[in-house]
């Protein structure tokens, strides 16, 4: 089997992995200066590269506000769609601030690629890094609380857990089927959410009286090679943001003081 078909070291089966290229969209509001909004999409192209997108433009419009519609003026929004039909292989247009549901509906329509905006991406990311079931169901449940106020406008079409016969009141619309589907997950999460809290204390009481010690900071700005230093433990690192999103602890013994040392 080919390394095409592998993500990491993990063999990745049934669906082959493809390199996904994408643009950057961002607008230069009145309150906001050139150099700043630079910034924020050198991150956001950060953000691309760690889920695993590669930029290929970067395209900015200096606007008083974002159009509530297109996001960006009809000229600019025109360039970039003649760019992505120059330029097949481009599949993603990601945007640096977040969307609404009419704005996601209508950019996708119009441009013909999918449209991610810098929360989704974040969200994203996070799915895919989350390791323990408490940072699965955190992150699904961001995704949910998200997704709610955003749908109308978007084409959605939600794998039914419940619905159908019986279960539908009269005349209502599939978006509202949809809502009450989201928000019966949300609550599902949060229940599951206070069950993994409460055993995480039950283990945090069988730890005994350690002194603990919280390293906070940015993503990407050396946590983890710091406590792997500290402990000599083997936490994975790398130079991406949010390499590492689940809470680590680990034992660590300083002269002869024992302390439990995590990351937040």
Known sequence: MTDAWKVGKEEKKGILKTQEYCILVGVITKDEQEV??????????????????????????KMPHPNVKTFVGSGKLEEIREYIERNEDITLAIFDEDLTGKQNSFLEEYLKVKIVDRSTLILD???????????????????????????RGLWTHLERQRGGIGMRGPGEQEIETDRRIIRDKIALLKKRLEKIDQQAQTQRKNRGELIRVSLV???????????????????????????????TVRKVVWDTMPFCFRIL
């Open 125 to 151: 990311i996070f799915a895919e890094r989350a390791q323990t079931a408490q940072a699965k169901t955190q992150v699904e449940l961001a995704q949910m609380q998200y997704l709610l106020p955003r749908l």
């Open 217 to 247: 900071g940015y993503t990407n700005v050396g946590k983890s090679t710091l406590m792997n230093v500290l402990s000599k433990s083997d936490v994975f690192a790398e130079n991406k943001l949010f390499a590492t999103l689940d809470t």
């Open 36 to 61: 700043q909004v630079m910034e924020y999409l050198d991150e956001l192209d950060f953000l691309a590269t760690t889920a695993g997108a590669i930029t290929k433009k970067i395209f900015t419009q």
